[in-house]
């Protein structure tokens, strides 16, 4: 994934479509594999502010226009840099955290 800095206040990400498709699925068991009680202190936010993160990517889920030049350029995902900071915290702990049985069997890969 490549994530560009822009000048305003947001970070630009552009992901391809199956790459965005395996972090919904991470995103997803990171969310069903840590505890409620310890979800903000691990990954910094609410178990809401996570779930509407989740929709944030789901929205970009479905490539719009279609065609192969579409999708070889990627999606654009626009977030406020908050919701990336939680999108990192997600990624240390799924990768560095927990332990998932079948784990790339689960997200796609």
């Known amino acids: ?6 000048t305003d206040i947001s970070d630009l990400g552009k992901i391809t479509t199956s790459s965005k498709s395996i972090i919904v699925n991470i995103l997803n ?3 069903a594999s ?7 202190s691990r ?7 996570f779930k509407e993160l989740i929709n944030d990517f789901r929205k970009w889920e479905k490539p719009r226009p279609s065609g192969e030049e ?3 350029k990627g999606i654009k995902i626009v977030l406020p840099l908050e ?13 560095y955290g927990v332990n998932i049985p079948n784990f790339e069997e689960k997200i796609g890969i």
Not at 1 to 6: G, V
Not at 34 to 40: D, N, W
Not at 83 to 95: H, P
């Open 29 to 31: 068991e990171t969310l």
């Open 70 to 72: 579409y999708l070889k």
């Open 83 to 95: 919701k990336w900071i939680i999108f990192s915290q997600a990624m240390n702990a799924i990768c």
């Open 43 to 49: 990954i910094g936010c609410s178990l809401d502010e």
């Open 34 to 40: 840590i505890h409620e009680y310890e979800f903000s």
């Open 1 to 6: 994934m490549e994530i560009i800095l822009s």
